[in-house]
Structure formats: structure tokens, C-alpha cells
């Protein structure tokens, strides 16, 4: 190796910090998660994947030169990892982006500088490659670098046009290095392009100059861009001279790791080297899709998570480890990304409790499914069957939790293939009852109506102002825009200013009225599009409104008071779940509405009833201290240093809001709050539950509607001691005693009718019928249940030992029938069990039991008598008479 040596972490600085001094903007990595307007995609996959409205020209960037490393997630080849060098899971994609700015003149010497200069990689061994007819990027490979014509390789859409999905896309130029005759397939004319190991892509420079509709249909975007993508561990492959992925310093540390915890190393045998690959990819993409807010689950991101964990978690079993350990290895994901990603270290408890969750969860499922997979492999393998059916690897996954792929790599090894298109069909269909299921809730996004890029964002007021002056900017009514609406319409106003708050964070949107000399809109609802204009909906109540007009707007101030109280209470809420059940408890959605609030957290095993009561009580101390609430604007850097709390999956700009309450609550947060916690009132737990695995919810009230149910309980309380003729402090001393004498009554009747169903018992069995020396009698009385049938049938068996008997009793249109039998009759072979099946039977009914007393039921009520009526004759077959 002649270029010099450079670790993984110190690539990424050289290249973000070369590209800084090319009049780039550096930002941090978008999210995992992809901003909530695109719905192309399940995880970020690429470096331009956040940024498509700047490709696109809907949205202004910060600068129209960035440059980034982002993280990625790709599950396409998930079958491949592990058995190849080149297949991850996550993945880093270093990117500069030029919208409109630079195009190939610059992008094309950009690279080669970086790749020659700053890397020093060897000029001699970097082969350039371009789109089939693209001339321009021949000319400045050949002319303005100085790449001989022969070294510059062309080549069709399948190589060189980049696409992922809908988007922007176009033709691309990539550069190859090539790693030595060692690394290759040693054929003839070996060179560019072919699938060995030899020439590797370590550049592309995409010159993203078309929008793909997701259809495969084309159209010219109105600015030319440049988004280039190099992934990082490949480039750190080559700077390294290792040979895959997995051998890269900050990954091999991971591994080194895992083969710590379990005793497994590299070079044993290949099945060993497969799954030591597998758990170190899957667990580092845990870690980072964790920290930016997916929780396992059984659909969407939160499937793909539960799918790596449980793979890696498999792939621990083929290594002999049968416990939770996965969670053993956060710290070194963490210790060797952190650098790049301080916020890893920051959620490091979550993440740990997170995985060692769903391992032991795992653990409990394989337990339960592998019983259930081995019965059907038997089956299939017992009909002389290849394939494991759709239907059984469905059921393993919907009711076992299996992931498809697991039952897959279970079924190879033992020599048998999968119905993947029988499963996925099963599947389809459950999608399908799902979107059907959650179109009841309808779409929160504004459709239909664009307002153009020139109109401004709405100017949001409401933190200071209850009322306020504005400028109506456009009206929408019906779906289309409007000059004028008029009174009876149902219509939107967008304002250049307001003090209404639009409906965001979890707390639901102001309501009031917005009027001018001509006319009065009754607002609603507010909604915030990704323009930012605030849209004001509601009903026109008087006369005319129209575009250009002056209105005043002016909220339902006791609506807001009430919405402050209930958003300043969620912040103690939190700060006090972090104190009584642990740090790893994060906020995963929340609703704020008039004194109510709703606070959905994760948190991995029940709450107990003293926790929240505790809970309740320091809530209500934080209010009753009397807090200052302080809010200012920070930088994002400043505020989180400062130790302010962020939400996950939420997006914060370069500036943020940060609201305090003394020294107990430190948020980031865009609500509005009240200026003093005591103004909050009475804290009140309404409820408590799981809604999901791994997170809670809790609702409460404050406020005025905490007063209300107080007040309400309170007057329950009085009526409830008028009706016990006795005073409120003594209700509970009187419920009790009456509670007792009830109690007494109750069974001083129940044994005097049970005396009386005996005298009863007695009289039956004094008729009953003497079939070959054993007494044989049926009684039917409605309206008994099934215990006052069982007292009866207890007496008559343990009173005589040659008794057989058959009581029934009507309830509700159905029929309960009891068989006992004494001893002698068992003795001689008649026994209940059998004996109550046959009754039963004649009435459409099943039933069974033991030899002695056996119970069971029928539906066909005509047919009560002919059952009661085959009793005789089931006894004689029984005796043989």
C-alpha cells in the first residue's frame, strides 16, 4: 500500500472539512427517519434522500453549496450480509450538493483534488467512468484533468444513471480504484466494471438534473444540481487496504467485541465469520435508528428494527449464546461513533434498554415459536415436501412474532426453500385491513391547494399577542382559491401575521374569530403547511371577506389559558417520570388540549400503583413551588449543552426555543406555556396503560376540569351518603356494614335454598328408576345456574352409590346439562363423561367430564325431552341388558 493510512473517523473530517473550505455549509446528518412530507420511503437511504424539495426547487436551502455525511439504512440485501464484503445495513454516505450552484466544471476537479490530494490515493490506479453519451464530462475528465481517453470507461443506464426510488435522479460520473491483481477474478480482460473485487466504486458524482415521479416518468427540474455520494467505510477499505466492510478499525472494534462476549472469532469457519458479520451490522444500525426514535414494532421502521435485532439475536444462538447480549454491545457502538454522534452517548441508557427489551422479548418468542416450527417442518418434511408453506410462515410471524426471514434461513438449513409469494400475499392482505383500518383518520397534510413560493410564511405572534392586525394573503373555499367568500361558507384563510397557534408539538390549535369591517370568520381549526402559512379554517358567520383585507385576530383567550396549563403540566410530567421510573424514559407523542393532556412515554414493564401515586404527588409539588417559567431563543448547539431536553423524531432548526421552569424542567419547545407553574392548579392521573410495546401513556387533567371532577365527585359523594341516611365522613363505615349485613342475607338464602333444591334431591331419588339395580332419574328445572346444579348433582352421587342422574336447566335459551354418577355405576362401567356427551348430542350440544360428574350444553330446545329420554337406554346398553 503506498497511499497513506487514515481511520474511518478522521475521513470524515478531511472530507466535510475540504468541502467547508470550498464555500460549502457543513450539516449534521438528517434523521433516520425521513421528513414527515416524504412518504417514498421507510429510513433515509442515501445522502440526498432528506434534501429532495432543495433538489427540487420547492424549498430554500441554508446555502446552495452543503456538504454532509448521513447516516443510511438499506435492508434490500439483507439476505447478503455478512456473506459478502461489501454488504451492510447502515452505512455512512459522505455527499457534497451544489442546487443550482456548481455543476460538472466544478463537481468533476473537486473530486479528483479530494480523492489525489487530500486522501492521496495513487492517480495511476483511479479510473473515471461516465453516462453512455455524456461528452461534457469526457471533455473535463480528458481535457481539464487529464485522464487519457482510454482510461475513461462509458457505460449505459444500469451503471451510470443514479436513482433510488422517486426523486430527483440523472446521469452520473464514477470514479474506480483499483486494488491490485490480487483482489481479482484473474479471467482475461478483467478491467472497470466487472463484478469482482478489483476495480472498486469509491465516487459518484450524480449530476441530478431530472425528477422521477416513482413511475418511471421524467421531467426536466428547474435547476441543475450535483449530489455526490461516497460511502465512507468503502472509502476506508481502500485507504485501510482491508478487504470488506467488516474489517474497516471502528467496525472490526465492534466485532472484536461480540467475539469477546462470544468466544466466537473470525477465521474459525465461515458459518462463524457469517453470523460474527450479521450481529455487528445489525447491532450498529440498532443503535442509530434507536437514538433517532424507532422502537420496535410489528409494522413499518419499527418492523425493520425488530427484524435486525432478532436476526443478530438468532445469529447469537448459532454462536451458543443463549441469553440477552446484544445489549453488551451498545457501549462499543457508541465508543466508536460518538465523536461524529455525541447524541449516542447522550441516549446510551435508552438504547441499551431498548435492545436488552427486545432481546428478552425475543427470547420468550423463539421459546414459544421454535416448538410450533419444528412441528410443521416435521409435517411438510413428513409429505415428502420442499417448500415450506406461505401459510405456516405467516402464522410463525403473525402469531410467533417470527420475522419471514428468520423461518427462511431455519428452512435452508434444513435443505427446504420458502413460499416467500404465499407469504407475501397473506401479508398484502393484512396491509390492506390495516389501510383500511386507519383511513378513519383521515390526513392532517394540506392537499390540493399550492400557494406559491412568493407568498410569504405566516408570521406566528402568539406568544406575546392574544389579538393582532393582519393581511389576508389568500382565501380557500370548496377546494379551490377565491378572491371572496361570503357568509354560510366554510372557508381557509391564510394571513400574513397571527396570533392564532396552529396545531403542532401535540398541542391541538387555538379557536376564535378573525374579523374586518366586512365580515367574520369563526376559526375552528388551525394547520401549518411546509411553506409555513398558518391556515385558518372555519365557518364565515357575517358578510364578506376578502383577499387583501385588514382583519383583527383574536383567540379564545380561556381556551388558551386552559391549553397552557395542561402544555406547562406535560413538562413537569416528564421531568417527573425521568425521576421516578429512570432516564430512559423519552417522550413518544403527546396531545395538549384545555386542561387535558395526554403523554405517551417509553417505559418497558407496568407501573406500579405507588409509582403513580408518586408520580401525581410531585407533579402537584412542582405546580404548588410556584416555578418560574422562562422561555428564550438559543442556538441548538447552545441549548443542548445548556441540557435541555429534545423530543424524538422531532426536527429543530439552527435556533430553538427553550422553555425552563425553575430548575426542574429544561425543554425544547414551540408551545405556549404559562409564567408561572402554580397557575396549573390541581394535577389529576386519569389513567394508565401500555398502548404499544415498550411505551406507556398516561392522561391526565389540570386546571379547571380537574376542579369540575372534584367538584363532581364530591357532589356523588353527598347524594351517595343521602341514600345511606348518614353523614360524608361516615359513608364509607356505613357502605361497609350494609355491605356485611347484604353479605349475611345473601347466603342465609343461599343456604335455605340450597336446604330446600336437597329436600328436593331427596324426593328425586325416591322416584327414580331401578334399571338393573341402579338408580336412574332425570330432572328439569329452569332457572338454575350451573353451581345450584352441581350443589344438586353432588348431594344425589355422594347420597347413593348405584345413582345415575341427568339434571338440565334452561338459561338465557340455552341448555346446561349436568351427569353424575356414584360409585357403584362407575364401577360397572356407566360413567358421566360419556353419559353427557350422548344427552347433549341429541340437542346440538357437546359436553364432557370425568367418570363421576361431567357437564355440557345444548342450543336445541324442542329437542330437551327426547335428550332426557335416552338416558334409560344409554344405562341398559351400558349394563348389557
Not at 191 to 218: A, H, L, M, P
Not at 458 to 463: A, C, E, K, Q, R
Not at 807 to 824: D, H, M, Q, R, Y
Request: net charge negative; proline share 3%.
Amino acid at each position: 500500500m503506498s497511499h497513506p493510512y487514515h481511520g474511518l473517523n478522521e475521513l470524515r473530517e478531511m472530507f466535510l472539512s475540504y468541502f467547508e473550505s470550498k464555500g460549502h455549509l457543513r450539516l449534521p446528518s438528517f434523521s433516520l427517519i425521513p421528513p414527515a412530507n416524504d412518504k417514498s420511503l421507510l429510513l433515509i437511504n442515501s445522502g440526498m434522500a432528506p434534501m429532495k424539495t432543495w433538489f427540487t426547487g420547492e424549498e430554500e436551502p441554508p446555502r446552495h453549496r452543503v456538504c454532509t455525511c448521513q447516516k443510511c439504512i438499506r435492508t434490500g440485501d439483507i439476505e447478503n450480509i455478512g456473506k459478502t464484503d461489501r454488504h451492510g445495513t447502515y452505512f455512512e454516505m459522505l455527499g457534497n450538493f451544489s442546487f443550482g450552484d456548481y455543476f460538472k466544471k466544478e463537481a468533476i476537479p473537486f473530486c479528483w483534488e479530494f480523492l489525489t490530494k487530500v486522501v492521496g490515493l495513487e492517480e495511476d490506479r483511479l479510473y473515471p467512468s461516465i453516462y453512455l453519451d455524456d461528452d461534457e464530462a469526457f471533455e473535463i475528465w480528458n481535457k481539464d484533468i487529464g485522464i487519457p481517453a482510454e482510461r475513461i470507461f462509458r457505460f449505459g443506464k444500469e451503471d451510470n444513471f443514479w436513482e433510488h426510488g422517486s426523486g430527483p435522479c440523472g446521469p452520473c460520473s464514477e470514479v474506480y480504484y483499483d486494488r491490485g491483481p490480487e483482489h481479482g477474478c484473474g479471467k482475461p480482460g478483467c478491467t472497470v466494471g466487472c463484478d469482482c473485487d478489483r476495480y472498486i466504486e469509491v465516487w459518484n458524482n450524480v449530476f441530478s438534473q431530472f425528477d422521477n415521479d416513482g413511475q418511471g416518468n421524467y421531467s426536466e427540474l428547474k435547476q441543475k444540481n450535483i449530489d455526490t455520494g461516497m460511502g465512507l467505510e468503502r472509502l476506508a477499505c481502500v485507504c485501510q487496504n482491508v478487504n470488506s466492510l467488516f474489517d474497516v478499525d471502528t467496525v472490526m472494534n465492534i466485532t472484536n467485541k461480540v467475539s469477546e462476549i462470544t468466544g466466537a472469532h473470525y477465521g474459525e469457519s465461515h458459518a462463524k465469520d457469517v453470523s460474527l458479520r450479521v450481529i455487528t451490522d445489525h447491532i450498529r444500525s440498532a443503535v442509530f435508528m434507536i437514538c433517532d426514535g424507532v422502537l420496535p414494532s410489528n409494522e413499518g421502521r419499527g418492523y425493520v428494527l425488530r427484524r435486525l435485532l432478532r436476526r443478530a439475536a438468532r445469529h447469537g444462538k448459532l454462536l451458543g449464546i443463549n441469553h440477552a447480549f446484544l445489549y453488551e454491545v451498545v457501549d462499543t457502538v457508541i465508543h466508536e461513533n460518538e465523536c461524529a454522534y455525541p447524541d449516542l452517548r447522550e441516549k446510551q441508557a435508552y438504547i441499551t434498554k431498548v435492545i436488552r427489551t427486545e432481546e428478552e422479548n425475543f427470547a420468550r418468542t423463539i421459546d414459544g415459536g421454535m416448538k410450533i416450527y419444528d412441528e410443521m417442518l416435521a409435517a411438510h418434511k413428513a409429505a415428502g415436501e420442499t417448500v415450506f408453506s406461505g401459510a405456516d410462515a405467516f402464522k410463525l410471524y403473525d402469531t410467533y412474532g417470527f420475522p419471514v426471514d428468520l423461518t427462511v434461513e431455519m428452512a435452508q438449513e434444513a435443505g427446504m426453500s420458502v413460499d416467500r409469494d404465499g407469504f407475501d400475499k397473506m401479508m398484502e392482505e393484512q396491509r390492506v385491513r390495516a389501510r383500511k383500518a386507519r383511513e378513519a383518520l383521515g390526513d392532517l397534510g394540506w392537499a390540493g391547494i399550492e400557494f406559491g413560493k412568493e407568498m410569504p410564511a405566516t408570521t406566528f405572534l402568539g406568544y406575546d399577542h392574544d389579538e393582532a392586525q393582519g393581511k389576508v394573503l389568500a382565501i380557500v373555499a370548496e377546494g379551490e382559491l377565491r378572491d371572496e367568500v361570503a357568509a354560510g361558507a366554510e372557508a381557509t384563510l391564510v394571513l400574513d401575521q397571527t396570533p392564532f397557534y396552529a396545531e403542532m408539538g401535540g398541542q391541538v390549535a387555538d379557536h376564535g374569530v378573525i374579523r374586518c369591517d366586512g365580515g367574520v370568520l369563526e376559526v375552528k381549526d388551525v394547520q401549518k403547511n411546509k411553506g409555513g402559512k398558518f391556515l385558518h379554517s372555519g365557518l364565515v358567520t357575517e358578510g364578506v371577506l376578502k383577499v387583501g383585507d385588514t382583519v383583527t385576530a383574536t383567540i379564545d383567550t380561556e381556551r388558551r389559558k386552559a391549553i397552557r396549563r395542561a402544555h406547562s403540566a406535560t413538562h413537569l410530567l416528564d421531568a417527573v417520570l425521568k425521576k421516578v421510573l429512570g432516564d430512559h424514559v423519552h417522550q413518544a407523542g403527546s396531545l395538549v388540549e384545555p386542561d387535558r393532556l395526554r403523554f405517551d412515554f417509553t417505559h418497558f414493564e407496568a407501573i406500579t400503583p405507588e409509582q403513580l401515586t408518586e408520580i401525581d404527588r410531585l407533579v402537584n409539588d412542582a405546580i404548588l413551588e410556584g416555578y418560574s417559567v422562562v422561555t428564550e431563543e438559543l442556538p441548538i448547539d447552545e441549548a443542548k449543552a445548556k441540557g435541555a431536553v429534545a423530543v424524538f423524531g422531532e426536527k429543530y432548526g439552527e435556533t430553538v426555543r427553550v422553555v425552563e421552569m425553575g430548575d426542574f424542567s429544561m425543554e425544547l419547545c414551540g408551545g405556549t406555556h404559562l409564567d408561572n407553574t402554580a397557575k396549573a392548579g390541581t394535577f389529576r392521573v386519569k389513567s394508565e396503560g401500555s398502548i404499544a410495546s415498550g411505551v406507556r401513556r398516561i392522561e391526565a387533567t389540570v386546571g379547571k376540569l380537574s376542579l369540575e371532577v372534584m367538584n363532581h365527585n364530591q357532589e356523588l359523594l353527598f347524594r351517595a351518603a343521602q341514600v345511606f341516611k348518614t353523614s360524608p365522613g361516615e359513608l364509607a363505615a356505613k357502605a361497609e356494614q350494609q355491605a356485611a349485613e347484604l353479605k349475611s342475607t345473601r347466603q342465609a338464602l343461599e343456604k335455605f335454598k340450597a336446604e330446600a333444591s336437597l329436600g328436593e334431591a331427596r324426593q328425586f331419588l325416591t322416584a327414580a328408576k331401578d334399571v338393573g339395580g341402579l338408580k336412574v332419574l332425570t330432572v328439569h328445572r329452569d332457572g338454575m345456574d350451573a353451581g345450584a346444579l352441581r350443589q344438586m348433582g353432588d348431594f344425589l352421587r355422594d347420597k347413593e352409590a348405584g345413582v345415575v342422574a341427568v339434571l338440565s336447566s334452561v338459561n338465557g335459551g340455552k341448555i346446561t346439562f349436568l351427569a353424575v354418577c356414584g360409585k357403584e355405576a362407575v364401577a360397572r362401567g356407566v360413567k358421566a363423561g360419556d353419559l353427557v356427551k350422548t344427552v347433549c348430542a341429541v340437542c346440538g350440544g357437546k359436553g364432557g367430564g370425568k367418570p363421576d360428574s361431567a357437564m355440557g350444553g345444548g342450543s336445541d330446545l324442542l329437542k330437551l325431552d327426547d335428550a332426557l329420554a335416552v338416558v334409560d337406554d344409554f344405562v341398559a346398553e351400558k349394563l348389557g341388558i
